[in-house]
């Protein structure tokens, strides 16, 4: 489940409901902005434990209240030794596909292999965009 970061300067900003509209209706209405939220638009609903809401129009109210949606999964899974089996995975040009924890292994073992998979490839990205916008 994703953990959420708010920029505390604006959480005191922010309007809690006690009523859970559907989109559309008159009283769906953002927490920051204070906008009717249209029938079909996007929007984010956090729940606290007083059943009240919280309701957000996606773009670009969500955006300016939460910092981060979850951690890179290169940080929550880099001390995992899958990790680092990922990554060199990507340097010997294994197919990214070829997860040898597939479904059989550990989710967690399964998840940092990619991690270190996807981290390996995105770096390897930026020294190729590096050298292109150098003339190198």
Known sequence: ?????????????????????????????????????????????LFRDNNTEMRLHMDPCARQVIVELAPKPESQYKHNPAYAEGWTAFEAATRRGANPYGTKGPESSRNAWYAGWDAAWEKSNSRTDSRENSGA
């Not at 859970?20 to 984010?44: A, F, H, K, Q, Y």
């Open 1 to 45: 489940m994703p953990t959420f970061h708010f920029k505390p300067e604006i959480i005191h900003l922010l309007t809690w409901f006690r009523d859970s509209p559907d989109t559309g209706n008159p009283d769906c209405i953002c927490s920051l902005c204070g906008n009717m939220i249209e029938e079909g638009e996007v929007l984010l609903r």
